[in-house]
């Protein structure tokens, strides 16, 4: 269990810097503040879903431990599908 909260905390702490930069970075000076503010806002809404999501697993197994699992795993994939995908698409130059 500690390696993959260690996992999820390390991976949300190299994330959202990145995000933040390759949004801001991707706009107009004057479309900065909007920019900020649409990130921000989807951020709280993947938080608010997240913990939704989290808290359906808990209590779909019937178990709080293996419900604890189920969500810590499926939390995992989910972020590790977003550094894949950033990875694929954040800071790539178009040809």
Do not use: C, W
């Not at 879903?49 to 699992?69: D, I, Q, R």
């Not at 995992?76 to 790539?92: H, K, Q, V, W």
Request: proline fraction near 2%; hydrophobic fraction near 60%.
């Amino acid at each position: 269990m500690i390696p993959a909260l260690l996992f999820i905390g390390f991976g949300v702490s190299f994330t959202i810097p990145a995000l933040m930069a390759a949004v801001i970075s991707a706009v107009s000076k004057e479309l900065a503040g909007t920019a900020s503010g649409a990130l921000n806002s989807s951020r709280q809404l993947g938080a608010v879903l997240g913990v939704a999501l989290t808290g359906a697993l808990l209590e779909a197994t019937g178990s709080f431990l293996a419900g604890f699992h189920a969500a810590l795993f499926a939390t995992s994939l989910i972020l590790l599908a977003g550094g894949l995908l950033s990875y694929a698409f954040i800071g790539r130059d178009k040809q």
